[in-house]
Every structure is written in structure tokens, then in C-alpha cells.
């Protein structure tokens, strides 16, 4: 138990009163028996949290995408087969299942993960897009021009300047786009997907007797669409 006198303070921030021992304030005994752990209450408390967040703040709750794709108002239950998301994330998502990217994902949890690159910075986006082809790929970049949603394109997240990450749509090419064409041996070349990890290229080309030429000490997992935007190098480049 806390010492009393850490609980006088905590008491007296919360506007509870001073605690008096065994015959204290009652309001003061109901907040701290609140704070027990209750087994399995964590999970749900982290499912539920943005849906309580929805019941405080009425003018600003998130919006819910059903399993049907279905946009509209949610109100503080958890719904069984939907992501609660913004509204303006989900007109984002609106606009590009229409133009035909259906791999989209504006989840807290997601765009969470995809706020970060190896560097310091963190921006959250709206959207996370991951084209199946490059057809998805342009259409993105289609959306985003029309909407005037800024998008940034990501690789690997190997950056320690920030590149890849950025607000609006980020567009992960290294899910899908990673096919490497027949290489040309006698003029050196070879016509691959952004996404293509750099190691997966060099054992394409070491048949040949080929390299690439740049060798980032995150060869085992940047991509070549990443290197190229960030005119990554190497100690051999």
C-alpha cells in the first residue's frame, strides 16, 4: 500500500479530500479500489479505448468501416467485424477502394506502426496503402493528386532521416511489388519492383557473375525503391 502521505497528495490532486486512515474518505477508498488489476481487464480496456474516447468527445467520434465497407457514426460499443477509424481517413479509404486498392489499412495500430522509420520522427499517417501491382500503385498516386492528400512512398522504413514516413497516405511497396524480370547479362540490367529487397537482387545477379552496385549496411532488408529515392550508397558504392 502507499504511504500515506503520498496518498494525501494524490488525494488532494484529484479534488478527493485528505485520507484519514482506516475511517477516511470513502471517496478516496473507491478511487484506489478502481486502480485494482483485474485479471483479463487489460485486453478489453485496449479494445475498448478508443470507443470510450468516442463517448467523451461526441463532435469529434471516429467513424467505423464494416466488414460490407460500410462508412458511418459509431457510437461507444465495440463493434465485432469493424475498425474504427476518422472520418477523414475514412473518406481516404472511400476514394481508393473506388479507384480499385483494396489492401488499405488506417487502424490505430497500423498507422502506429508505419509513424516510424529507423530515424527520431514520428508522424502518424491517415492511410496506409499497399498496391498489389503497379496499376494499384499509380492509381494511388492518382488519388492523392486529386484529393490532395500528400503521400509519401516507403520501403523498408531503413531511413535515419525521416523519408518514410510522412502524414496523409504512406504506400508500402514491399508487400507486394517484389518481382524481379529475367536479368540481361549482356547489358547488365535487369527491370525490378520497388519493393525488391536489395540481397534478393544481388543472388539474382551473382549468377551472372552481376552485383549492384550500391551496398547499405541494411542490405539484408532495404529496398530498391527506398535506395533509389534515398540515393543510398555503401562503402563499395
Given at each position: 500500500a502507499?504511504p500515506?502521505?503520498?496518498?494525501d497528495v ?8 485528505r ?6 474518505d470513502?471517496?478516496?477508498r ?6 485494482r ?5 487489460a ?5 475498448t479505448q478508443v470507443?470510450r ?7 469529434s ?7 460490407a ?9 465495440l ?5 474504427a477509424?476518422s472520418?477523414?481517413?475514412a ?13 488499405v489499412d ?6 502506429a ?8 520522427y514520428?508522424?502518424i ?12 500503385l ?9 484529393t490532395g492528400v500528400?503521400l509519401t ?10 523519408n ?6 504512406v504506400m508500402d511497396?514491399?508487400?507486394h511489388?517484389?518481382?524481379?524480370d529475367p ?12 519493393g525488391?529487397?536489395l540481397?534478393d537482387l544481388?543472388?539474382a545477379?551473382s ?6 552496385g ?5 542490405h539484408?532488408r532495404c529496398?530498391?525503391g ?6 543510398a550508397?555503401?562503402s563499395?558504392?
Amino acid at each position: 500500500a502507499d504511504p500515506p502521505d503520498q496518498i494525501d497528495v494524490r488525494a488532494q490532486r484529484r479534488g478527493e479530500g485528505r485520507y484519514d486512515g482506516p475511517g477516511g474518505d470513502r471517496t478516496l477508498r473507491r478511487a484506489q479500489r478502481r486502480q485494482r488489476t483485474v485479471p483479463g481487464a487489460a485486453s478489453a480496456c485496449r479494445r475498448t479505448q478508443v470507443h470510450r474516447l468516442a463517448a467523451r468527445c461526441p463532435a469529434s467520434r471516429p467513424y467505423a468501416i464494416d466488414s460490407a465497407q460500410k462508412v458511418g457514426p459509431i457510437n461507444a460499443r465495440l463493434l465485432p467485424h469493424g475498425v474504427a477509424v476518422s472520418a477523414a481517413a475514412a473518406e481516404v479509404l472511400a476514394c481508393l477502394r473506388r479507384a480499385g486498392v483494396h489492401d488499405v489499412d488506417a487502424s490505430t495500430r497500423r498507422c502506429a506502426e508505419y509513424s516510424t522509420d529507423a530515424s527520431l520522427y514520428r508522424v502518424i499517417p491517415t492511410v496506409v496503402a499497399f498496391p498489389r501491382h503497379t496499376d494499384e500503385l499509380h492509381a494511388i498516386i492518382e488519388v492523392s493528386r486529386d484529393t490532395g492528400v500528400p503521400l509519401t512512398a516507403r520501403g523498408a522504413g531503413t531511413s535515419i532521416a525521416g523519408n518514410a514516413v510522412g502524414a496523409g497516405i504512406v504506400m508500402d511497396c514491399s508487400r507486394h511489388l517484389r518481382r524481379i524480370d529475367p536479368i540481361d547479362p549482356d547489358s547488365a540490367s535487369v527491370v525490378v519492383q520497388p519493393g525488391v529487397i536489395l540481397d534478393d537482387l544481388q543472388r539474382a545477379a551473382s549468377i551472372h557473375g552481376l552485383r549492384f552496385g550500391p551496398d547499405p549496411s541494411t542490405h539484408s532488408r532495404c529496398t530498391i525503391g527506398g535506395m533509389i529515392g534515398n540515393n543510398a550508397c555503401g562503402s563499395r558504392a
